[in-house]
């Protein structure tokens, strides 16, 4: 079945530090590829996604590629605010008649001033 | 910005009893989702929902849960008698297509607490 790996939080940076949240993936089909984000006492929104190999998906300061060889979409951001603190989810839907989506774990990202 | 809303934002309940979550989709959205977070864990699928049926439901959407679109706005999850392990942050989800690539907009969810 379908599974999304992501790593291990808490992530604590300070602020302009470069932020790498890896995500990796198995599924079958040819799956799309999420980030959501969540703000403390929000839902989920999404933050970027990429539909297909070698998609970059941006939003915010933040990119993503679509990585089919290493199946990863590892997120990352060139230089983080105190407000990206967050938990980030990573997330795939794999398409054709299953349109659910299957989520990571979470990782909870602190940026200090 | 369209957005989706659930109602109500915590909700307190004795084992046993019954619970319905609100959620209103975005208005143009045809395909409707459940997704539960317990405590800690992933956010897990429970059931999509088009054309007043069910599309596909997870092993988690056991008898004790059911779906409705009662009226043209509303999408509602019950849970006939809560168990312990049902607390959970319950999100509404809606997208307007069943595209794989579609985005789902989900909601702010409803803090279940089963006591």
């Known amino acids: 079945g379908n599974s999304v790996t992501q790593m291990e939080g808490p992530v604590t940076l300070s602020e302009e530090a470069f932020l790498t949240i890896n995500c990796t993936y198995t599924a079958t089909g040819y799956p799309s590829l999420f980030w959501y984000v969540q703000y403390p006492g929000e839902g989920l929104q999404l933050l970027l996604k990429?539909?297909?190999?070698?998609d970059k998906g941006s939003n915010k300061g933040f990119e993503a590629t679509y990585r089919k060889e290493t199946t990863s979409f590892h997120l990352e951001k060139g230089s983080v605010q105190v407000s990206d603190s967050a938990v980030y989810f990573c997330a795939l839907s794999s398409g054709g008649s299953n349109y659910k989506l299957t989520f990571g774990k979470g990782t909870l990202l602190t940026v200090n001033p | 910005e369209p957005e989706v809303t659930q109602t109500p934002s915590h909700q307190v309940t004795q084992m046993g009893q019954e619970v319905i979550l609100r959620c209103v989709p975005i208005?143009?959205?045809?395909?409707f989702y459940w997704y539960r977070q317990i405590l800690g864990q992933k956010v897990e699928f429970l059931v999509s929902?088009?054309?007043?049926?069910?599309?596909?439901k997870s092993e988690i959407f056991d008898d004790q849960f059911s779906v409705e679109r009662p009226d043209g706005s509303n999408f509602t999850l019950k849970i006939r008698s809560t168990k312990l392990e049902d607390s959970a942050m319950y999100f509404c989800?809606?997208?307007?297509?069943?595209?794989?690539?579609?985005?789902?907009?989900f909601g702010p969810g409803t803090r279940l607490t089963v006591l």
């Open positions: 989800a809606s997208s307007e297509t069943k595209t794989g690539s579609d985005t789902q907009y």
């Open positions: 929902f088009y054309n007043n049926e069910i599309s596909e």
């Open positions: 208005s143009n959205h045809l395909y």
């Open positions: 990429a539909t297909k190999a070698d």
